[in-house]
């Protein structure tokens, strides 16, 4: 089905709004909007039919600010990303990310390697947090139903304040363990496709150290990085517990996939590094140096903090881990 004929159907049966739904075609960023339709709609109905959230629709919305959702509306299940996680991740992450081609320290580290794959490392960092949002809004669909929410959303659970509850840390944790595990896949893949050329350890620890900061800026740019360390409080888990426990997933899936042993203390140190660099480079607040100091200082804390919701996670059958135990 074309993007066109998504939309159509939607409205059509008041899932959406006419005025809610963002038309891209012949707009500037057309490309960019049409191809990553493609990935998740074709994923949405080639390789998500035995996760029971049929009928699937991808859109995108228009709202400027950095959102994405996953809705439950008029029979469908619908994923929404809105305009401005699009344009502006692309922007900061890719197009206008110069820190792989104009930092001397970043080019010696990380300039053969972007020789090697051919494509910018900065399109790889916006592919990763690109990739990683759409996989943790298809598990918040496969978690359905929780009526209490309207939505689950990004920025707060509609339909509830922004509390804290044990399960709302739990669908989170969930979703971002799912997204994890796929674009640490993606990842590998791509990475498999370099080895006739340079099969070493080394590059595929920078890649997933580049992919791990394109998700970190994910969460800046959504603005979730200026608060302190917490546990207990608001819908979403701190970023920091965020990066450390998708980080680890990251390395444990890279791991099952190549013969050797990866660091996961060391690609998230390099991962923070990155990110930091990124951010004195472009003139950004430098939250990744805050970030590198909450890891260093309370990294048993926040070990424990992981552990706990590990074992809530038991109690709630609609996970995706909980439904689909084997695949995550
Ligand atoms: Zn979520």
Redesign the pocket.
């Known amino acids: 089905m074309s993007y066109e004929e998504i939309c159509k159907e939607l409205i059509a049966s008041k899932a959406v709004s006419f005025g809610d739904v963002h038309n891209f075609t012949e707009t500037p960023d057309e490309r960019l909007f049409e191809n990553f339709f493609i990935f998740c709609q074709t994923n949405l109905l080639e390789r998500c039919n035995d996760y029971d959230i049929q009928p699937a629709r991808f859109i995108y919305t228009t709202g400027y600010n950095v959102n994405?959702?996953?809705r439950f509306s008029g029979g469908f299940n619908i994923i929404e990303i809105n305009i401005g996680t699009m344009v502006e991740t692309h922007k900061r992450l890719s197009s206008h990310n110069t820190l792989f081609k104009e930092n001397t320290e970043i080019i010696k580290e990380y300039g053969k390697l972007e020789e090697l794959i051919k494509i910018s490392l900065g399109h790889i960092m916006f592919q990763a947090a690109l990739q990683f949002t759409y996989y943790?809004?298809l598990?918040?669909l496969v978690q359905k139903p929780f009526e209490e929410f309207i939505s689950?959303?990004?920025q707060k659970h509609e339909g509830t304040e922004d509390k804290y509850s044990a399960l709302k840390h739990c669908?989170?944790i969930d979703?971002?363990i799912h997204a994890a595990n796929l674009v640490s896949a993606h990842v590998i893949d791509f990475w498999k496709k370099q080895q006739s050329q340079d099969p070493s350890q080394e590059n595929l620890s920078k890649l997933l150290s580049v992919a791990v900061s394109g998700i970190l800026n994910y969460f800046m740019i959504m603005g979730h990085c200026d608060k302190d360390l917490y546990y207990m409080e608001c819908s979403?888990p701190h970023p920091v517990i965020r990066a450390v426990y998708i980080t680890e997933k990251i390395i444990q899936v890279a791991e099952i996939n190549v013969e050797f042993k990866l660091d996961s203390g060391a690609i998230l140190q390099e991962a923070f590094q990155i990110t930091e660099r990124f951010c004195e480079h472009h003139g950004l607040p430098n939250f990744a140096a805050k970030f590198d100091k909450i890891f260093r200082k309370n990294s048993v804390e926040i070990g424990n903090y992981i552990d706990t919701m590990d074992k809530f996670a038991y109690e709630f059958p609609n996970l995706m881990r909980n439904k689909f135990p084997d695949r995550e």
């Open positions: 994405a959702r996953a943790h809004e598990a918040h689950l959303d990004e669908l989170e979703a971002d979403h």
